[in-house]
């Protein structure tokens, strides 16, 4: 029978490229690291490392069985983690997928009133999801939805995108064309300046400019920052404009540290979700995200 211990020093191994190494990430000493691998090559009946003098270069097979078992390892040492984290307390453990900028402003100042072990990891919708269909997560604050199989996804807060820049950026010629409804105009302007984004697709922008302009941007950014509370900052303090969620620039505003520039002739809105798989989480880990995301939107 196969000892998943050799697995594991098999991908030690591989990610150390030497003998030495293995032994120093696994605690335990050089034979048994060069035990565990003989043992393992004997069982899958291939050489899965040419030694070499100073280093353990993976073979063709090597590389392959590499690539087939990482990732159940992987996740075996995850839920070895947790349970090892969480063993010494009644306190259960949350992991949660969430955008940084909507941790900041949202739920940075609450997360101590949850009664559980939060884990959180940052990133975009799609990334989040996948992990969340994969188990690495229980729950994802979601910007959109995405097509999984048995993902529910409960509306959270509906956001709406205002087009902003510093206090002191003049701005009186565009509020004069939006005055006069000289929108062709309006967007020439704004086409001008120099504009701060989160990236290159300009997802929010492009939804922007379809809604009031009819028509995709063709705005050239200057900055790209993956990071709206960065822009926001970087806005405030310098000669450019940007287009961001009104929940990350309200407070701003109100310090007068940026201002509002237009809504838009409609507003641009969008809807954000409290995603979980349906089968993976109990009713009480549910409810208590929902207390912590704040769900007070009305359907």
């Keep these: 029978m196969v000892n998943l211990e050799w697995y594991r020093t098999f991908k030690a191994i591989y990610q150390t490229g030497t003998l030495t190494g293995a032994a120093v990430e696994l605690l335990i000493s050089q034979p048994n690291v060069s035990q565990h691998l003989s043992a393992l090559e004997a069982h899958v009946g291939k050489q899965l490392f040419e030694r070499q003098p100073r280093r353990m270069v993976p073979t063709d097979y090597g590389k392959l069985f590499y690539t087939q078992i990482i990732e159940a390892i992987d996740k075996l040492e995850h839920i070895e983690a947790e349970f090892r984290y969480t063993r010494t307390s009644n306190i259960p453990l949350t992991c949660i997928g969430t955008p940084k900028e909507f941790f900041n402003q949202v739920l940075a100042e609450k997360v101590h009133e949850v009664p559980a072990n939060l884990v959180f990891e940052f990133g975009v919708t799609k990334e989040l999801i996948k992990k969340l269909v994969s188990g690495k997560l229980y729950f994802v604050v979601a910007t959109h939805r995405e097509d999984e199989k ?9 956001e709406s995108f205002l087009l902003v820049s510093s206090t002191t950026y003049d701005t009186g010629i565009f509020n004069q064309l939006i005055a006069t409804e000289d929108f062709d105009l309006a967007e020439k302007w704004l086409t001008d300046q120099d504009w701060y984004v989160y990236s290159s697709d300009l997802p929010i922008i492009r939804r922007f400019w379809l809604k009031n302009f009819k028509k995709r941007p063709a705005i050239k950014p200057r900055f790209i920052i993956p990071d709206f509370n960065s822009i926001l900052k970087a806005v405030a303090c310098g000669k450019g404009i940007t287009i961001a969620a009104d929940f990350l620039a309200e407070d701003l505003i109100k310090s007068q540290k940026i201002k509002e520039i237009w809504k838009g002739k409609e ?33």
Excluded: F
């Design 267 to 299: 507003i641009t809105g969008n809807t954000m979700y409290l995603a979980y798989h349906k089968n993976n989480v109990t009713t009480a880990q549910i409810e208590m995200i929902r207390q912590l995301v704040n769900s007070n939107y009305n359907q």
């Design 150 to 158: 048995d993902i529910i996804y409960e509306p959270i807060r509906e």
